[in-house]
């Protein structure tokens, strides 16, 4: 958790706060994420309605840090209405809350709205904002225990579970129908239209809190939105199951990618060169293009529009630039609009809908159309030559789909050396010390993808986030026809998955017991994966049956999984979701650290669905 308060804090919740972030310490070990002091304020009397932001990966969160004076025991929140305070769970007296209020929720929200505006203006898509309220003084419980109170608004005590449940409450919410993760990019702009003051945090100490990165602002809202829409039945996307991968000649597939990569370079550097674009590259030869169909994406050239301007009813004014103030809200002037972009080619451009764990190029959608070309961020001036675009990586397993065409290019890097070892032994006559096709190092340079591409199977492991997990079971279907239960098991029967891949997986947390229960659904089409997230992913739908529930079980394991966490992804047509229990019931051990570990399980390999 990386903190960062480059002004100093003015309240004794905010204190407490930031002591507790800091000694989790930096990195990913807890949770990786960003907390920056920014406080805001409302009204003719400066009344604090937010104090800090939270990034994410999957997204961001507006944070209220309050002290609750005079008063201890449990406090019961609600979404509507004032929230109360008394010994036990139920009704008691009305919460007092530092600064005035009972509760904290339209702050918040006041708060939530005025950070969208600043973002937009900067030319940023936050997507949705959750948010988060954390409540400081003598408390002994908290009504709901989870501190969800639906619609984006956590509640949490100043206790490291409770804050990590928030949390990872928060990421969730925001992450909902969010197309691509925040990067290193991404992050450093939107801190600096917030109006964080001194320096702001470095690539490196994003990168190492799980932000991908990049060079790039991609949340951009003409590169977002091209990626949420390109699924979408109406726009003729996700309506089929992907076609499968067509062989390639190899030698023709390798000039082709060699030739759309240097172009690639060239348009990255003549951009950072601020040169006007270079014209599209010629068509490539119609033997070439017979031996790679549908496989290398033609460089098109697109036009980047002008994102349309935000309503002047909902701005407010930007803060002081670098003065550590709180900042104000206050209406401000309608914004002028923007001339459009001008078009540049786009070499290997990136499906919307990416499917590939950010490879693109070669391993793209066969017709991903042409997104827009992302618009570049000038690199340091010590900073070596600028490179092609680098493509977001996802924290997620790749997808079926991406890992066949993987497997595809292995095979035909393999057969391009062995056709240059096989050409050199006949010029030479057949020297003994040319080895011969398919016996060389180029055959041994294949294995390792091919070991690295076979499923995992019972006994492996794996360690996320420094957790060490073993597989125990694993079952691979072609239906999820009663495979499912609830109102899931009828959204099967009105259509089928294309594929079902279950798991189950041990670990522990602090030397308790835990099961993992995970299930990879290919759904076919993007557009059925997000519609079978939604669906997962609301309270008593009924979901995936875990292989506990189907019998099969491990020595050790329970019966079936009780009290669980629950998580989910979506990568293109793959929907993976996760549930976690303990082993055996008492013991140390709660809600947040089974959410933790649900999280976590998203990152565990599955055999292809």
């Excluded at 109006?195 to 100490?205: D, K, S, W």
């Excluded at 690639?264 to 293009?289: I, K, Q, S, T």
């Excluded at 056709?419 to 006949?426: H, I, K, S």
């Excluded at 189950?504 to 835990?514: K, Q």
Aim: with cysteine; glycine share 12%; net charge negative.
């Amino acid at each position: 958790m990386l903190a960062l308060t480059p002004a100093p804090l003015q309240t004794a919740g905010e204190h407490a706060l930031f002591a507790e972030l800091t000694r989790w310490d930096r990195g990913g070990t807890v949770r990786g994420a960003v907390v920056a002091s920014i406080p805001v304020v409302d009204g003719p009397v400066d009344r604090r309605v937010a104090d800090a932001v939270l990034f994410v990966p999957e997204g961001l969160a507006v944070v209220r840090v309050v002290e609750v004076v005079r008063q201890s025991g449990v406090v019961t929140a609600t979404p509507e209405g004032s929230w109360t305070i008394g010994p036990g769970a139920g009704p008691g007296e009305v919460l007092q809350l530092a600064g005035g209020g009972s509760t904290t929720l339209d702050g918040l929200m006041r708060a939530g709205m005025d950070a969208a505006v600043r973002l937009r203006r900067a030319g940023l898509e936050p997507g949705r904002i959750a948010r988060l309220t954390v409540l400081v003084g003598d408390l002994t419980g908290l009504v709901p225990a989870d501190g969800d109170l639906g619609e984006g608004d956590q509640v949490a005590l100043l206790e490291s579970r409770s804050l990590l449940l928030g949390i990872a409450r928060s990421a969730r919410y925001a992450g909902v129908d969010n197309p691509r993760l925040w990067t290193t990019a991404d992050v450093r702009a939107a801190l600096t239209a917030l109006g964080l003051p001194g320096r702001g945090p470095t690539v490196e100490e994003l990168n190492g809190e799980g932000f991908p990165y990049s060079p790039y602002v991609l949340r951009k809202r003409e590169l977002l939105a091209p990626a949420a829409m390109a699924a979408s039945p109406a726009m003729g996307g996700g309506s089929a199951a992907p076609a499968a991968v067509p062989l390639v000649d190899p030698v023709a597939a390798a000039a082709v990618a060699a030739a759309a990569i240097r172009a690639d370079e060239e348009a990255a550097a003549r951009a950072a060169a601020g040169l006007v674009p270079a014209p599209a590259a010629e068509p490539a030869p119609a033997a070439v293009a017979a031996a790679v169909p549908a496989a290398v994406p033609a460089a098109v050239p697109a036009a980047v529009p002008a994102p349309a301007p935000h309503p002047p009813t909902a701005r407010f004014s930007a803060p002081a630039a670098q003065s550590g103030a709180p900042a104000v809200l206050a209406p401000a002037p309608a914004p002028v609009p923007r001339a459009p972009a001008v078009a540049a080619p786009v070499a290997l451009a990136e499906a919307p809908a990416d499917e590939t764990g950010g490879l693109g190029g070669l391993f793209g959608d066969p017709d991903p159309g042409p997104p827009p070309a992302p618009e570049h961020v000038p690199a340091p001036a010590d900073a070596g030559p600028p490179g092609p675009p680098i493509p977001l990586v996802g924290p997620r397993r790749r997808s079926p789909a991406a890992r066949r065409r993987l497997a595809l290019l292995a095979a035909g890097s393999a057969a391009v050396m062995g056709a240059l070892v096989a050409g050199v032994a006949g010029l030479t006559g057949g020297d003994d010390d040319v080895p011969a096709a398919g016996t060389g190092p180029a055959v041994a340079s294949a294995s390792p993808a091919a070991q690295a591409s076979a499923p995992p199977r019972p006994g492996d492991r794996s360690v996320v986030g420094g957790r060490d997990y073993v597989l125990q079971q694993v079952l691979t279907e072609d239906t999820c026809t009663g495979n499912a239960y609830g109102d899931v098991a009828d959204f099967f029967e009105a259509g089928d998955c294309a594929g079902l891949s279950r798991a189950l997986w041990s670990t522990d947390v602090g030397g308790r017991a835990v099961v993992v229960s995970v299930a990879a659904v290919d759904m076919g089409d993007d557009a059925g994966a997000r519609a079978l997230r939604a669906l997962t992913d609301r309270d008593g739908s009924g979901n995936v049956s875990d292989l506990l529930r189907e019998g099969l079980g491990y020595p050790g394991g329970p019966a079936g999984l009780s009290g669980a966490e629950y998580a989910s992804a979506v990568e293109g047509p793959v929907v993976t979701v996760v549930e976690t229990a303990w082993v055996a019931p008492g013991g140390t051990g709660g809600v947040a650290d089974l959410d933790v570990v649900a999280g976590e399980g998203l990152s565990l390999p599955m055999p292809a669905a």
